[in-house]
């Protein structure tokens, strides 16, 4: 399945230092605004980016993204070191953006779902379309589908094929084995391409890897 991309890169960021984080950790634990400060300069890209592949709605992201921070700092307290802050931030965020995909099911996803395919036909039945405009028609799409899987199989379809997290490190933010993720994100791809399929968009011989 080809890798959909929504929204514009972020700069990369320098991956933080160990040490430092577990400095600043440990500072704005003591209520060092300052250090916490430092913490969100550090961790907002790949926070944002994180929750923007996960969330699939770029209305949505910006709110999500201080949502998640705002958790962080309230649950600070609880954060033991037993994962990286990193790992434990993700996790943060994976739940928040559960609970925003739980509370959007409802029948305005079907309708944004029918919405969304037919606006990719319409597009691609016209040789003029642009094709910045066709990519984003067909990232709302697949986002659509998704929005149909169970969150076990959506969010490991997300962190590997659409974030393209290696395989560990996905596994570790789920909780779960590797080889359980291997499993969940094929499923997940036979799903997405069945759906696909069925609504006329992906032909049955068309390869999709």
């Known amino acids: 399945m080809p890798r959909v991309t929504t929204q514009p890169q972020l700069p990369s960021a320098p991956r933080p230092a160990g040490d430092e984080v577990a400095a600043l950790v440990e500072q704005a634990r003591a209520g060092r605004t300052d250090a916490w400060a430092r913490l969100y300069q550090l961790f907002f890209a790949p926070i944002f980016r994180h929750i923007r592949y996960l969330a699939g709605d770029h209305a ?9 921070f705002a958790r962080a700092l309230v649950s600070l307290g609880t954060f033991d070191g037993r994962s ?17 995909w739980r509370a959007s099911a409802s029948t305005q996803t079907a309708h944004h779902r029918l919405e969304a395919m037919h606006t990719v036909r319409d597009a691609a039945s016209h040789g003029d379309v642009d094709r910045t405009h066709l990519a984003k028609e067909r990232a709302k799409v697949v986002y659509a589908v998704l929005a149909g899987m169970p969150e076990h199989l959506r969010e490991a379809f997300v962190l ?20 359980n993720l291997a ?27």
């Open 84 to 100: 990286s802050f990193s790992t434990w931030l993700h996790g943060i965020a994976l739940n928040v953006v559960r609970n925003h």
């Open 60 to 68: 949505a992201v910006e709110d999500l993204v201080q949502e998640a």
């Open 183 to 209: 499993v969940r994100a094929t499923r997940a791809r036979q799903r997405l391409r069945a759906e696909l399929e069925a609504m006329g968009w992906l032909s049955p011989l068309e390869d999709a890897s």
């Open 160 to 179: 590997r094929d659409l974030e393209g997290l290696p395989p560990h490190e996905a596994a570790a933010q789920l909780g779960i084995s590797p080889g």
